[in-house]
């Protein structure tokens, strides 16, 4: 079996080239796995919850869209982050039945990241293991990395962070009861808890893609505190108006895929003025919603069949 390893905080198109280098070495196109880490190494390294982009539940559908076959969670703490390379190995053959791996050229692992690509490929000449380096990828700017894609969400540039991700930034969540006042004022919203430890869009509003039940609807999600009722600055809440539907969702699970950035957070002197924007915000969000699933109809398809 094929070995790709990684931290894989999520999976973006740099590691699928990874997969399909991975694909293409083994003996059977399922016959190769993912192996990664929970936690995540920097939040035992550090000491602090690391803020990542999926949670592992998330990152579990990712991998059903991506085709990953196998994904193998190794428990990390210190004693694993202290492991000399070739012991690391040893763990890792005790695993699977390994008979190759592919890597970042950049990838370091074990103790002071003491191995490195270098390492697997004389090991795996030895071994008579299949062996590659995939280079990093680059939009031209920048690496795509993880970490850019977690700059690119906190910044509110969501057709930025899709590019790279290869799908919409998302979410994943059950409907809680809110204060209701969405609906008082016509606009209806579903309310998310969202974890502290997965990156978080910056407040405002944002045109969305809402999977429920399997369909696709168009949402305008609000990322804020209410400010035009709520003076005390509460927590920040996700809210999406999903357009053109009617019923109950509390206590149902949906995603939400972050479109765009329509507008930022703002006080409204009424609620009339709120509800005015609302009705603004909607519509721009349904138009965002059409345009993406008309240029990107496939993509869509693939992450539905994924997610259900």
Not at 2 to 24: C, K, M, N, P, Q
Request: hydrophobic share 40%; charged share 25%; with cysteine.
């Amino acid at each position: 079996m094929i070995a790709v390893l990684g931290a894989f905080d999520g999976f973006h198109t740099g590691h699928a080239l990874l997969f399909d280098r991975a694909r293409s070495l083994a003996a059977d196109p399922s016959d190769w796995a993912v192996v990664t880490f929970s936690p995540h190494p920097d939040t035992v390294i550090s000491g602090a919850t690391a803020q990542s982009l999926f949670t592992e539940e998330e990152r579990d559908y990712l991998a059903r869209f991506f085709g990953i076959p196998r994904i193998i969670k190794i428990p990390f703490d210190m004693s694993l982050a202290k492991m000399p390379p070739d012991e690391f190995i040893v763990l890792l053959e005790s695993l699977m039945p390994l008979s190759g791996v592919v890597v970042g050229e950049d990838y370091r692992f074990g103790g002071d990241r003491a191995g490195d690509a270098e390492f697997l490929r004389a090991l795996s000449h030895d071994r008579r293991w299949a062996f590659d380096t995939v280079k990093t990828l680059s939009d031209g700017a920048e690496k795509v990395s993880s970490s850019r894609i977690r700059r690119l969400v906190q910044e509110g540039s969501a057709i930025d962070a899709k590019r790279l991700l290869g799908y919409p930034f998302f979410f994943r969540g059950r409907v809680i009861h809110g204060d209701g006042r969405g609906r008082t004022l016509g606009y209806p919203t579903a309310n998310v808890l969202y974890g502290p430890e997965k990156t978080a869009p910056r407040r405002g509003v944002y045109a969305a893609s809402v999977l429920l039940d399997g369909d696709w609807r168009p949402g305008a999600l609000n990322i804020g505190c209410n400010p035009t009722f709520l003076a005390d600055r509460r927590p920040t809440r996700f809210e999406t108006y999903i357009l053109d539907f009617e019923g109950s969702l509390y206590g149902k699970d949906i995603l939400v895929f972050i479109e765009s950035h329509i507008r930022q957070e703002v006080t409204f002197h009424s609620a009339a003025d709120l509800v005015r924007r609302m009705g603004i915000d909607s519509e721009e969000a349904r138009s965002r919603f059409i345009e993406v699933h008309a240029v990107d109809r496939d993509l869509y398809r693939r992450l539905a069949a994924a997610f259900f």
